[in-house]
């Protein structure tokens, strides 16, 4: 059974950081690009950030480019999301997602879901 769980949400003053982690088991991490979502209430999901296997190619919503950072460690079949500067826009529920390509990721899609965690930014 595949499982992808979020850790490290919580609520932070605008110009703060918070790192996101997913731990995942049940997956065979190093056949899987990784990505981030991120839901606020009452819009839509979307696409925040996503990292090949080789860590060779990464992109990100223009939202988030230069603010947040994601990375993995194959050996621990987990992937971060380093957030920093954030702003009272970012708040939302951040899922990360499993996908054969990172192309479907920025299509709004991926194989496997995480549950989310609660990011909340105050102004």
């Known amino acids: 059974q595949v499982q992808l769980v979020e850790s490290g949400g919580g609520t932070v003053q605008a110009g703060g950081s918070l790192r996101l982690s997913c731990a995942t088991s049940g997956l065979a991490f190093t056949s899987y690009p990784m990505g981030w979502f991120r839901q606020a209430a009452g819009k839509e999901r979307e696409f925040v950030a996503a990292?090949?296997?080789?860590?060779?190619?990464?992109e990100y919503a223009d939202s988030v480019k230069g603010r947040f950072t994601i990375s993995r460690d194959n050996a621990k079949n987990t992937v971060y999301l380093q957030m920093n500067s954030l702003k009272p826009e970012d708040t939302g529920v951040y899922s990360c997602?499993?996908?054969?390509?990172?192309?479907?990721?920025?299509?709004?899609?991926?194989?496997?879901w995480g549950k989310g965690t609660q990011v909340t930014v105050s102004s």
């Open positions: 990292m090949t296997v080789s860590m060779g190619t990464t």
């Open positions: 997602a499993a996908s054969a390509l990172i192309a479907i990721m920025r299509g709004g899609t991926a194989r496997y």
